[in-house]
């Protein structure tokens, strides 16, 4: 069994896994809301990749003899504009890239190869996540959240 501190920060990293994961599909079903379909599918993606995370962190309790703990780290939040959607996203990845690299750092000192790579490989994931959430900021700051919107939006009558 892993020592109290990284079985803390397994669920921990669980909750936040599973909290992202059900963000995006808040946000993909409030995308469809408003016409954005492309926007929706992309986020459908970041689902399942946060809940793929999500299983690596209850393999690895479970590797360890824990008890997986399947809980919200805070609550999902409907955003009212793509910007405050991409913001609030960006600080949540940025916490968990902060939290992830301590958790990493916590498990090196105790040994625990196996759950150090999981959070380091995580962290690179969650690195691209934060790299796309900055690229959107960006664009949304330099053509205006009307014109970058145009491009995730599907034809008139369903044309592509």
């Not at 479970?62 to 703990?69: A, Q, T, V």
């Not at 890239?97 to 969650?126: C, M, N, P, W």
């Not at 959240?145 to 034809?155: D, I, M, R």
Request: proline letters at 1%.
């Amino acid at each position: 069994m892993a020592d109290n501190e990284t079985m803390k920060n397994l669920q921990k990293a669980l909750h936040m896994e599973l909290t992202a994961a059900h963000q995006y599909q808040l946000h993909s079903h409030v995308l469809d809301d408003w016409g954005l379909d492309k926007l929706a599918a992309q986020m459908r993606k970041e689902l399942h990749e946060e809940l793929g995370h999500s299983d690596l962190f209850i393999e690895r309790i479970l590797f360890l003899r824990g008890e997986p703990e399947l809980q919200f780290y805070k609550k999902p939040k409907l955003a009212s504009s793509l910007v405050d959607m991409f913001k609030s996203d960006l600080a949540d990845e940025e916490e968990a890239i902060e939290f992830y690299t301590r958790a990493s750092q916590h498990a090196t000192e105790e040994s625990d190869i196996g759950t150090r790579t999981l959070f380091e490989k995580i962290v690179l994931d969650e690195e691209g996540h934060k790299a796309w959430l900055e690229l959107q900021l960006s664009l949304i700051d330099r053509l205006g959240e009307k014109a970058y919107s145009a491009k995730y939006v599907s034809g008139a009558g369903g044309d592509e």
